[in-house]
Each structure stands twice: as structure tokens, then as C-alpha cells.
């Protein structure tokens, strides 16, 4: 016999899991059987084709880099430590108190938070039965601090959520975004490269930091902080003001003109240009580059969602790009098709909006906004949130005014903790269920809006669980059977059709629920415990999936058959078994582009234009107060900006940073030198919540008057030094959006002052140096 040729050891496909992007990763393990020795791009990823950035490279840092992990669930005892207890007593000791609370003031003061961040939706699909066990109403995650306001606007004007085609567009857009480090789309760093190299395509950037994206575009907007409303306008007005819209699309397409031409006719565009720093000249010509190219993509982020005036912002930034036509062919802006809808809303008038029991804040896509959770619990008001479930998330560090929030949640009656580590916000639990990590679980994320071929990926366990941890599906079946809402009746029947074949338990399941509406919301766990065990490979949790790929195959027919599924039940069929045996990812639909206008979930079929509630703002901005800096906040501090080293905080290991490990306040070169700093000096940085030290670190990135923190440093219950300080820790819930809540974290009025030695502020800071005046 010849010499037998050894096929190389590709490693074990799953994904990133630090952004919206989750890219394929081929994962090699140790001889260990644990470490992520090696980690790449999966070549076979339908979407990332093998691209990875930076980031993902070091996720073993999050697999095997942390002392704080939680493998046996925990009480909280009467002073104040932890002991470890069987789940059996965790799970009866959790029913009872939730049950109790229940039984005196309803299940509407159990509050819900999270289900999972980047890339872990899977467990957080099952929360539904957990919700519906114990009868609560309310609910929020991280998406109603950064989405809520476009979710509403979105659904208003088209009926869903709008996502870009960047790859294929002629003019691409950045409002806020720097894609380069926050992604957003599939290979982000190869596509911004070759926008920037083709001479025949236009990149403009509004920012006011000059961020690695902006240093490859053709047009960097560096706005004032907090003025992009302003910016936006005398854009969008310029396009009335100089007839450079659309006519014929928009007679087809849409309604509203006859009421948005006066709102917009009436911005005093030289103004604006004033007001936000940037040449009127310049911000015609890039409205005439806009109206007269072939496509335009515009995406909007967090830089201007957590900023002033953030509602009126993602209103603009869509009528900028509808009255130009660019929406519904390629380049342009599409709805996408869904497995698991995110970002949904109905799109009801303001004042026909359901709102949160004691302040009474706006629920969009059926959040409470972050920014008001902690006012829903301080409070002696008798509808107060009295218990909360957090799953997969960690407020404490991620919300605003983390002071605020420490004091809310220990204030609760009941706090319950799903997570893998010992989290700040878990450091404060009565009870801590423990969960296994990404990679040691059957895990998906839903962020899928790719167009015209959309993907789901479905990722099987790279490695086992420790002894001790359950997964989420499994904790919440429990929860839910101990509150009695499943029991063995409810299995028994559909576990016999599961015997059966996947048509005949298609017919029972749906019959079942049919005839008790109840068990629709308990349709994870009940799909879980009866489907789910016939899955291959201990695929249990992707049961709930089977159900979303036959409502995908009958919302978008077409789609599911193009993709090559075929047609009726079938399609459904094969669309799961595709889903679960695909083990980089599967193309779920393939879409035309003509199909999009029929997902405008509007019943005539037309683009809405006008918002009133908007236009009325809009008028207003006119007299609205101009964001300015004075002598007690000469500066403007953006509170959490990505870097090439940040991320979400489930990394809690701080050596996972080859640079940047230290968090640095970013400055101006002529801020540093006018308060007599220097590169690595430390600053004490303070606001209206509190005042922390700060390393220095000089860029002329930045503006003067302006200044910025890295997101996801500031974590504890490591053994190295806390890297950073945590951002929340300085910003104030009160600091919001007005219309949905959403938090003003890049437009932070704050303070930055030499230290000594010795830790004091240095007698020769004088906010006037800075150039800020009383009449400022």
C-alpha cells in the first residue's frame, strides 16, 4: 500500500460571537481536549467566506481565560456570601419565590432582562415559557438602549426593520458608524478597502471622531458632538430646496410629500451648517452626490442612538435616502427576510403606545427602556417591579448610572441570575443559575438580515460542558414545569406523534395548540421536551427551530424555494434539516429584489413619509436649545467607544488585549497639553454621577472639548488588575432620549482635571482654559 495521504485538521466550525457580524470560525482544540490552540475563518461560511477580523483570534480568552466562572448553581446567604446547592433545590427554592410574588402582586412585577447578547438567542427564545409560567408582562435587553427609537421610524415608515446593501451601493453612508471596528456587515474591513481603492464609488462619514473608517472615506462630516440632527436637516433640505428628489419613484412608491416638503422647507440650512461645524457648500454637494447616484446605503449606529436627539436622527437619515429613491434595488436599502424577527414593532402612533407600570416610559418591540428599569424598582408605587430574571446579560455594567442600578436590584425582593460567570450584576443575585458557554452549548444568533440570500447558523458544541452547568432551554423547562404550567399530560400525546414522524407531529402539535392558545407561549419548552430528543447529536434546543423554519417556508414561499427547499411542508422540513446538519451556516432564503416592496407592511402597499410626531420635532429644533459645553462641563465624553480591543464584556479576561489593555480617556493633542498632561498621565474625568481616574492618552482623532472612553473595560472578579474603568459608572438615566428612552452615552457633560501624585486635582486646572465661556 501506498503512503496514506492525512486530510489537515480544519478545526471545528462555530462563530464569533463579539458582534452582530458572527462570523464562521473553524476552531482547533488542544491536546488538552479544551484550549483554542488554533482559531480562523471558516472558508465555508455562506456570508464571512473565511473573514475574520482581529477580535475573534482571541476567544479562547473568553472559553478558558476567566476565575470567575460559576459551575454549580448559588444561594445568596443571610450575610451576604454565596453556598453552592443541587439544581433540584435551586429550581423549587426560584418557583416558590417567583410564585409567591405572583400570588400577592401579580406576575407583572416579575421583570424580565435580556436572553442573550451577540451570538446566544438560542436560549433566549425559551424565555417566553418562562414568562408566560409565571405571568409577566414586562420585559427589555440591550436592543432598548441602542435600537427602540429606529425600531419605531422603521416600522412608521415601511412597517419593519431596514437594513443596507453596503457591498453593492455606489455612495455608502456612515452616520455614527465606524464599521471598521463595530462591523455590521459581512467582512466589513475587506469592503470598506475596496470602496475606498474604486475611484467610481463615494464613502462619507459623519463623526465627529476621525475613526479608522473615516480616515478611508471621501467624505469625513466631523459634526460638533450632539449636533448630527442639525446636519441631517440641512441635508435632507437641500434636496427639497433644490428639487433633487425623486418624483416618479416616489409617486409610485410612497405618500407624505405634500407633508414633509413644508417641515423641510422651512430648516435654515446656512444655520444648521453652522451649528454643526461643516461648510453649507459642502453639505449641498454631498446631497447632489446623494440624488444623483445610481445607489446610496446609509446605515446609522450607536454613535448617534445614544445621542441627542437620536429619534428625530433616524427619521432624517430614512427620509434622506427614501426621497432619493434608494430603497428596493441594489446599493440601496431593503427589508430582509426573517427565522426569528428582531427589531419588529407595530409602528403605532406615539400616543397609542403601550407604557412601562410606574413611569410610564414608551414599549417598542415589547422593551421597556433600559434607562427607566431602575426607576420602575426605587419607588414605593404599588406596580413596581418587585423581582427580576436576568438571563445572559449584565445590567449593572452595561446600563446607564451603574450606582443606580447596584441600588435597584439590591432592593428587589428576588433577583435571578442565568449566566456563565459571576458578573457584577450576578454578584448582586439571590440566585445564580449557572450556564455553559457558547462553544459548549447548541447555540444561534438571530441577527440574520443578509439580502438577497439570507443565512441562519445553527452551531453544535466545540467542546462539553463541565459537570454542573445547565443549558437555558433546560433551566427554563424546569422553571416552567415546577410553576406547573407543563406537566406530562401536555408531553404525552405530542411525544407519541414525535414517534410517528415529523408530519404526524406536525398535525398534533399543531391541534394541541390550537386548542389551548395558552401553550402557544410555552411552545419552546413544549417543542423542547417532546420533538427535541428525537434531534440527532443531543440537538434538543433546536426544536424550537423546527417551528421557524415552517413559518418561515410559509411567510416567504418563494424565498424558501429559490434557496432550493422546495415547496409546503416539505420546504419547511428540509429547511430545518438543513438548519440542523449545516454545520457552517445555511442560505435560508434567496430573495429577489422585487419582492421587497411587498414586505412594506402597509395595506396600500406605500412607503409612509410623513411621522407627524417628527415633523412637529423637526419644526421645533429650530428654538431647541443648542448643545453646548460651560465652565462646570467643558467637555463632551463619549462613554463607550469601540476600539480594536473592546468589546462586549463577555471577554472578562483583560489579557485578551494585545493593545489598549489600559482603557486610555482619549483627548486632543491641544486639550492634553492646555491642561498641562501628557501621553500615559492620569486624569481624574468626572460627571454628574461620580468621578473616577483616568489614564490619558493624546490623538488627533479627536476634537477639542472632546473626549472618550472604551466600551467593556472596568469588569471585576479577575486576578489581574481591573483594566479601565466601567463607563456606566459615570452616566445618568435622566440623560435620555425624550420620545423612547434610549440613553445619551456619547454625550456625556463632563470634567477632566491634572492629578497630582498624591491622587488630588491639581490646583492649576481652570475649566477656562479649555476656551469655554459663561455665554458659551
Known sequence: MGDVKMMPDRGKPSACILCESNCGVRIQL??????????????????????????????????????????????RRA?????????????????????????VHGGEAIFYYGGGGQGNHLGGAFASATMQAFGLSYRSNALAQEKTGEFWVDARMLGGYVRADIENAEVVLFVGKNPYQSHGFPRARTVLKEIAKDPAR??????????????????????????????LAALTAVLIEEDLIAHAWLTEHATGLEDVRPALGAVPIARYAEVCGIAEEAIRDIARRLATASSVSVIEDLGVQMNRDSTLVSYLEKLMWLLTGNFGKSGTQYLSS????????RGRAYDRIARSPVVGAPIISGLVPCNVIADEILTDHPARYRAMIVESANPVHSLADSAKMREALQSLETLVVMDVALTETAQLADYVLPAPTQFEKWEATFYNFDFPRNLFHLRAPVLPAPEGPLPEPEIHARLTEAAGALTESDYAPLREAAGKGREAFASAFLATVRADPRLSRLAPVLLYRTLGPTLPDGAAAAA??????HRCAADNADGVRRAGYGEGFEAGEALFEAILTGRSGVVITEDEWATVFSRVRHKDGLIRLAVPELLVDLTELASRPLPERSLEWPFVLTAGERRAFSANTIIRDPSWRRRGADGALRMSPLDVERLGLTLGARARLTTSRGSLEVVVEPTDRMQPGHVSLPNGF???????AVAG????????????????????????????????GDGKVSPTADPTIMG?????
Open 30 to 75: 488542544g491536546e488538552d481536549g479544551r484550549t483554542f490552540e488554533r482559531i480562523r475563518g471558516d472558508k465555508d461560511h455562506p456570508t464571512s467566506h473565511g473573514y475574520t477580523c482581529n477580535k475573534a483570534l482571541r476567544l479562547d480568552h473568553y472559553q478558558n481565560g476567566r476565575n470567575d466562572r460559576v459551575t454549580q448553581p448559588l444561594r
Open 79 to 103: 450575610d451576604g456570601s454565596f453556598e453552592e446547592i443541587g439544581w433540584h433545590t435551586a429550581v423549587a427554592e426560584v418557583t416558590a419565590r417567583l410564585s409567591a410574588i405572583k400570588e
Open 202 to 231: 463615494t464613502m462619507i462619514v459623519i463623526d465627529p471622531v476621525r475613526t479608522e473608517t473615516a480616515e478611508l472615506a471621501d467624505v469625513h462630516f466631523a459634526v460638533r458632538p450632539g449636533t448630527d440632527s442639525y446636519l
Open 338 to 345: 426573517s427565522i426569528m424577527e428582531i427589531g419588529r414593532d
Open 544 to 549: 424550537v427551530l423546527w417551528a421557524a423554519a
Open 714 to 720: 472596568g469588569l471585576g472578579g479577575h486576578p489581574a
Open 725 to 756: 474603568i466601567a463607563p456606566n459608572e459615570l452616566t445618568a438615566t435622566e440623560h435620555r432620549d425624550p420620545w423612547f428612552g434610549t440613553p445619551f452615552h456619547k454625550h456625556v457633560p463632563a470634567r477632566v482635571e491634572p492629578v497630582t
Open 772 to 776: 469655554v465661556t459663561s455665554s458659551d
